[in-house]
């Protein structure tokens, strides 16, 4: 019997990862768990999120015939590295996938990675790992040459109950700020929105691919887990859909609370549904507003209004749904651009606020980086150069603006799991020591 390592590295090595804040299941290693154990693999995962050991360290020791390990963009590094330390130690067969490989697969074909999976196509591993070339989105290597095969969307209904005996046994991790112990639940792989920034609807070839809401709902009954996290990209999108999920919820008696993802201007048109939701358990919608002038969103082809924003403040105001509002904090800005947001979240009394650096993705993108360094592609890094400050002058602007919502955070009282202090202190120390190095 083969024995399988399945492998998610850190987010981050920096100060500012989001471990014991926000934590998140390793649903994809669950599922390949649940698809490799049924045929009779031993399957052993390694999540350094929630792993104390290093990777080196864990592996010490130990023997397995393969890895598969999955990364995000700026996780690639610490893959790379896991993959190289298991080629050398255990010496099997090495596949890399998950959201990078389905970008970029090419960044990963490397001396010692074996095969690149780069499609949701899980299914396929059995005989991939027993030798056959077949299957669609893969590459892989012979004689220092890389071949590969056609790529092709998933069906998300072809995807099995996932494995969650990891999951349960860290009962203490895996949170989402106050809500702990969060079980991913994805009902649809891709989006069907093309946001210029956004890379999660080039995800399975960018086919959008939804599950039937009676299997979602079952999934959900079948663990009585509190909290639940709907991970699609877009839950809020098929107004029918969600009306039938509320319904069927409420219908089987199931209480939970939820957090999912939904667009600013679907919160808009339908306030009923948000205030349904919110009647079944629905605690934080993570709604990605983006700017506050309707020249940015149509330049980030959001096809969504300022005035939709606004509305999607008030609904979730109305119904007591903590709204998570995501911004984009633009390369085009200059001093003021910081300020007006600062304001403008000020005045909307937004409490919960997440903001990102607009991040060109790889692959998607042809920017000019300034950056090699893929560890910096965290949405907390500038990758391409300002378009009106200088680098440190832009930095400067950012981490004063990461002050003020930190300072604000207190002053409302959430995140009081957080050391404000230590965060703050930290960011007035990077704004210091921000130097020549960055002019
Ligand atoms: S930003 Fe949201 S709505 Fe836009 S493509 Fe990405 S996931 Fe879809």
């Known amino acids: 019997m083969s024995r399988v390592l399945l492998v998610r590295p850190e987010e981050s090595r920096s100060k500012y990862d989001f471990q014991g804040v926000i934590e998140n299941e390793c649903l994809e290693l669950e599922w390949i768990m649940a698809i490799l154990e049924a045929e009779g693999y031993e399957v052993t995962i390694f999540d350094r999120q929630v792993e104390r050991k290093t990777f080196a360290a864990f592996l010490t020791g130990q023997e397995f015939d393969v890895f598969y390990g999955e990364c995000r963009c700026f996780q690639e590094p610490f893959l790379l590295e896991y993959a190289e330390l298991f080629k050398k ?21 490397k001396d010692y990675i074996d095969i690149v999976l780069s499609g949701f196509n899980y299914y396929d591993l059995p005989a991939i790992i027993a030798g056959e070339r077949t299957a669609a ?22 995807m099995p109950r996932p494995n969650r005996s990891y999951f349960y046994a860290h009962p203490e991790r895996y949170q989402y700020l106050d809500m702990k112990h969060a079980m991913w639940v994805r009902s649809a792989f891709s989006c069907p929105y093309r946001c210029r920034f956004c890379v999660r609807s080039h995800m399975n070839g960018g086919v959008y691919s939804r599950r039937d809401v009676n299997d979602l709902v079952d999934e959900i009954e079948e663990n009585d887990n509190e909290n639940v996290y709907l991970v699609d990209d877009d839950f809020l999108f098929d107004e029918n859909y969600v009306r039938t999920f509320i319904h069927t919820i409420k219908e089987r008696g199931i209480h939970r609370k939820y957090i999912c993802y939904g667009r600013a201007d679907f919160i808009a048109a339908h306030e009923d549904i948000i205030r349904d939701f919110k009647d079944i358990g629905l605690v934080y919608v993570l709604s990605g507003l983006e700017d506050i002038s309707d020249e940015r969103l149509i330049s980030y082809d959001k096809r969504n209004t300022v005035a939709n924003n606004e509305r999607c403040i008030a609904v979730c105001k109305k119904y007591d749904v903590r709204l998570m509002a995501m ?23 937004l409490k919960h606020v997440a903001v990102s650096i607009y991040t060109p993705e ?11 360094d893929l560890t910096h592609f965290d949405y907390l890094h500038l990758v391409a150069r300002p378009v009106h400050l200088s680098v440190r002058q832009w930095y400067f602007h950012y981490y004063v603006l990461l002050i003020r919502l930190f300072l604000k955070a207190q002053r409302d009282g959430i995140y009081d799991f957080l050391d404000y202090g230590s965060y703050i202190r930290s960011f007035i120390r990077t704004i210091l020591r921000r130097g020549e190095d960055d002019a």
């Open 89 to 109: 130690q255990c010496g099997g067969l090495v596949i890399a996938g998950g959201i990078h490989a389905q970008i970029c697969p090419e960044r990963l074909y």
């Open 137 to 158: 989105n893969l590459s892989w290597q012979e004689a220092g040459e890389w071949h590969s095969t056609a790529k092709q969307p998933v069906d998300i209904r072809k």
């Open 327 to 349: 911004f984009i904090l633009g390369l085009d800005w200059r001093g003021k651009d910081f300020h007006k947001l600062y304001r403008y979240i000020r005045q909307n009394d």
């Open 362 to 372: 790889i692959g998607i993108s042809e920017a000019e980086y300034i950056t090699d």
